[in-house]
């Protein structure tokens, strides 16, 4: 994790920049500020567990977190993978009930904890704030939903191709583009985040790795034609 001096970090012009808390005054940055955490977390530390009362969200400042379910046989699977800008556990937070997973950092990281008493003060005072934690939390819900879609329609290495491109499936067409992908985690990671196990995902990245459509470089990943990467996919 690159340097970060905590007394000189500039918290309410971070919050700005988060589209949670995009378009708020100064002073309602300021207010909101107060009651936040900034914390810097070695890597394999736990956030929260399961069990744990919630009483604030997170957000990756730097680093990566992963949320993660212990199945009753002690199978991990990963939940999210949450890098820098990626806010965590709002919804259990208005829930008023104990986190339901728990988050781990793989990396050394710097996270922020934005406090539930903070959050509710500027809901009251604030109209257009509870609209966009609204929007928010209607983003995760949408995630979750094609989460389950791709996991019980779409193949393996439709899943793995899903991951590679990512966003860029949602256009109407893929372009013809090269471009390097940086695995952000491990590919043990990666593969429990789209329900595979890391032997199969490896597999397919040598077959697609075989077909040429990828060249993979430990865990930099060069494509170089999108257009015919997406078109696998389809096919």
């Not at 107060?34 to 399961?50: P, W």
Request: with cysteine.
């Amino acid at each position: 994790m690159s340097a970060v001096d905590l007394k000189k970090f500039n918290l309410p012009r971070y919050l700005s920049t988060l589209p949670l808390f995009s378009n708020m005054r100064d002073e309602e940055l300021e207010r909101l500020a107060a009651g936040c955490q900034l914390r810097r977390v070695e890597r394999g530390k736990l956030i929260f567990r399961t069990g744990e009362p919630c009483n604030e969200f997170h957000v990756t400042v730097v680093g990566q977190v992963k949320l993660f379910a212990i199945s009753p046989t002690g199978t991990e699977k990963v939940i999210e993978l949450c890098g820098p800008g990626h806010s965590f556990a709002e919804a259990v937070m208005f829930m008023d009930m104990p986190y339901m997973i728990s988050a781990q950092t793989l990396t050394d990281s710097l996270i922020l904890t934005v406090g539930k008493v903070a959050v509710l003060d500027e809901i009251a005072a604030n109209p257009s704030f509870s609209l966009r934690m609204l929007a928010g939390l209607a983003r995760r819900l949408h995630g979750l939903v094609k989460d389950v879609e791709a996991y019980t329609l779409h193949s393996g290495v439709q899943r793995v191709i899903g991951y590679l491109l990512g966003d860029r499936l949602s256009e109407s067409e893929v372009a013809s583009e090269s471009i390097t992908v940086t695995l952000p985690v491990s590919k043990a990671a990666i593969a429990s985040r789209l329900s595979l196990t890391p032997e199969y995902f490896s597999r397919v990245l040598n077959e697609l790795e075989g077909a040429g459509l990828i060249e993979v470089d430990k865990r930099d990943i060069r494509i170089p034609d999108t257009a015919r990467l997406a078109n696998h996919q389809a096919a």
